[in-house]
């Protein structure tokens, strides 16, 4: 016998395996069509997750300390009032030297005794340059009586309503904030409410205090600070591009190069906000995981069906001479095909659903009657919903090699079909 | 030396816990060229037989010698590149992948061996057109009567160059005029082109047409003649 081998051409194999997956017409499109619908769904859900955390995200970034953060190298573990960056000046000059895309904003954060007549309550005094900071730009909107401090006051503040409450303060009330000194003494500042917000996190109006930065130093010059050198907390870097945070971290850090300071991107600052995403982001996965299972039995039962049925032709092809590798890789092609098919029907699906949401949004504010605030921050109430091309190759990915997976029972089960078996059928 | 040389094929199996012998002590030679028909009764061993001389099968016992090949000891990959280049089949029904037309369906087994696109397309057209359906080539099985889909089986089997066809009851399945005209294109090519053919049969009209009736019954050959034809083809 010669050496000569069969040889199935991949234009011969792609035209078989197209034609098959065909053949049933109304099966292959309920199986598209369910694939299709399921993956659109998971997008549209995705898409929810990834704009209600992004949402939470920016507004987490803005209400907190920027994209990265500058701050004395132990403050995050131990936070203390004497804990400060006593040459801002320099500070600032070399963040200047860089021409970050953005903006960079000189904060105080101080603990503090809020007391007045009525009342003293624990609170946290933020000090900071007035029109010039994006947390001015959240809550200002968001005063429900007086106004924001004026460039130049150096005696305002700002309050949280829950503060006011507790305080039982109002605009104009007179407010005496005490600060403990590293060594035991302590010292106090005079404050006067001009405005008071609400912004519906506890975090943020029971106990935030908002004043401008020259007030807040007062503070530091009494722990020592010389106020000629502006001394800080720290500085928040707001970026436009926030996917140029690896970069703007790795070069700041390389700019400063103090071991006194840590640069710190709002991942590490915010620890917490991390977790609940990623274990929110767990709920998504679980659902698609039900929808990966709702493909696998799509495609498992279109292709199966299709292989049980094709038993005696198999047989034939086996007769001959089609190699037992060639009807596997025949019946894998239709796998893959009706993969391909599904992806791309998924993603018009649900890419089409995504887009409209992205540009419409959806109102969850009827679903949460009492505020959306998690965390410390709030999801703006209607969300849009967003896609990043990470997802968008993660969900391809998965669903593709889902659907491949699938298509090898049936096809190692239509390798195993022997001629004389299939042609008695 | 014989095409064909097969020497104490034996074919056991069981049935629950009953050996059956499909086959017992079979020895036969077939020379090329032969027009050759398998009879007997049903359950006679004829589709048995057949499978083992074309490798679908392998015999309890025995030699399958085939163009100087001794298939029984071919590896399965063997046996089919095996069946692909020295064989064709005629089966008795769904003979034809039906996702493929007509002229594919005969350059199919061209395809598997390699032939060169123009090669395979000159080849099926003039075997499609030996078989009497060059109008309707582009057709797909569905779209053809069951006599149609045997002679494009034929016209498969043969386009690709066969030593040996086996046909499994090729016309169990037709009235009695495509039946005939069935039969007398096979035999027509059997001798235009000298392939051997091997069928299996119990219907009197494939049997008459037969140079050569090898009779079985219970798994043995009980008679084997050489018979003149009487009926000359009648297209």
């Known amino acids: 016998m010669g050496k000569a081998h069969s040889h199935l051409p991949l234009s011969m194999l792609l035209m078989l395996a197209w034609r098959n997956v065909w053949r049933h017409r109304r099966r292959t499109l309920i199986t598209l069509s369910s694939i299709a619908i399921g993956f659109g769904l998971a997008v549209l859900f995705i898409g929810i997750g990834d704009g209600s955390h992004n949402s939470m ?22 936070p203390a009032n004497y804990k400060y960056i006593s040459d801002g000046v320099t500070l600032s000059t070399a963040l200047d030297a860089l021409n970050i895309n953005g903006s960079v904003s000189a904060r105080i954060s101080l603990q503090v005794l809020a007391s007045t007549a009525n009342n003293s309550v624990g609170a946290a005094l933020e000090g900071f340059v007035s029109n010039n900071d994006q947390r001015q730009q959240m809550l200002e909107p968001l005063l429900i009586d007086g106004s924001w401090i004026e460039a130049g006051d150096h005696r305002g503040i700002v309050i949280g309503d829950g503060m006011a409450r507790k305080l039982k303060v109002k605009v104009g009330s007179k407010v005496v904030l005490m600060a403990g000194k590293r060594g035991g003494d302590s010292q106090a500042q005079l404050g006067r409410v001009r405005g008071i917000f609400d912004s519906h996190v506890d975090e943020l109006d029971d106990f935030l205090v908002l004043s401008d930065l020259q007030f807040a130093q007062y503070f530091l010059a009494g722990e020592g600070a010389i106020i000629a050198q502006a001394p800080v907390t720290r500085f928040a870097v707001f970026l436009d591009d926030p996917d140029s945070i690896t970069y703007w971290n790795t070069l700041i850090k390389s700019a400063i190069d103090n071991d006194s300071v840590a640069v710190l991107d709002w991942q590490e600052m915010m620890p917490q906000l991390v977790q609940f995403i990623i274990i929110d982001d767990a709920g ?13 039995f799509g495609i498992v039962n279109t292709v199966l069906m299709s292989v049980l049925e094709r038993t005696r032709e198999f047989g034939l092809l086996r007769a001959l001479g089609l190699g037992r590798r060639h009807l596997l890789l ?19 699906v649900g890419g089409g659903t995504h887009w409209w949401f992205s540009q419409h949004g959806i ?5 949460m009657p009492d505020g959306t605030a998690l965390m410390g921050t709030f999801m703006d109430p209607v969300i849009f919903t967003e896609l990043s091309w990470d997802r968008v190759t993660q969900l391809t990915t998965i669903i593709f090699v889902t659907t491949l997976l699938s298509g090898i029972y049936p096809a190692i089960k239509a390798a195993r079909i022997t001629p004389v078996e299939a042609i008695r059928t | 030396m014989a095409l064909l040389t097969l020497q104490g094929i034996s074919k056991h199996y069981l049935q629950g816990e009953l050996q059956v012998n499909a086959l017992s002590d079979i020895n036969l030679n077939v020379e090329e060229g032969e027009f050759a028909a398998l009879v007997g009764p049903s359950g006679s061993g004829k589709t048995t037989l057949l499978n083992i001389i074309g490798g679908l099968d392998a015999p309890t016992q025995g030699l399958t ?8 000891g071919l590896s399965e990959a063997e046996l089919s ?10 089966f008795q029904a769904y003979n034809l992948v039906p996702v493929l037309s007509a002229l594919e369906n005969v350059e199919l087994v061209m395809v598997l061996q390699g032939r060169h696109a123009n090669e395979r397309r000159e080849r099926a057209e003039h075997y499609l057109q030996l078989v009497g359906l060059q109008d309707i080539m582009q057709r797909r ?7 149609q889909q045997q002679r494009v089986a034929v016209a498969r089997a043969l386009a690709a160059g066969p030593r040996l066809v086996l046909a499994d009851e090729p016309t169990a399945n037709l009235d009695s005029e495509n039946a005939t005209a069935l039969l007398d294109i096979m035999h027509r090519l059997s001798h235009e ?8 049969t119990h219907d009197p009209r494939v049997m008459e047409r037969a140079e050569r009736i090898i009779t079985l019954h219970d798994g043995k050959i009980v008679s084997d003649e050489c018979h003149q034809r009487h009926h000359e083809p009648t297209i």
């Not at chain 1, 998504?284 to 493909?295: E, P, R, S, T």
């Not at chain 1, 893959?336 to 029907?345: E, M, P, R, T, Y």
């Not at chain 1, 109102?363 to 679903?367: T, V």
């Not at chain 2, 010698?65 to 029984?72: C, K, V």
């Open chain 1, 330 to 348: 025949l019946v894998f092609c239709e796998s893959l095909l009706l993969s391909v098919l599904a992806v791309v029907i998924g993603w018009i």
């Open chain 1, 363 to 367: 109102d969850f504010s009827a679903l």
């Open chain 2, 193 to 200: 082109e000298k392939t051997t053919f091997i069928f299996s």
């Open chain 2, 81 to 90: 590149d095996f069946r692909l280049f020295q064989l064709g089949f005629i």
């Open chain 2, 141 to 147: 099985p569905s779209a053809l009567s069951g006599g």
């Open chain 1, 284 to 296: 998504n996965y679980v659902f698609l995981i039900l929808i990966l299972i709702m493909v696998v």
């Open chain 1, 57 to 78: 995200i920016r507004n987490a970034i803005k209400l907190g300390d920027g994209h990265i953060t500058i701050q004395p190298e132990s403050y995050l573990q131990a």
């Open chain 2, 65 to 72: 010698q085939l163009n100087n090949t001794d298939i029984t």
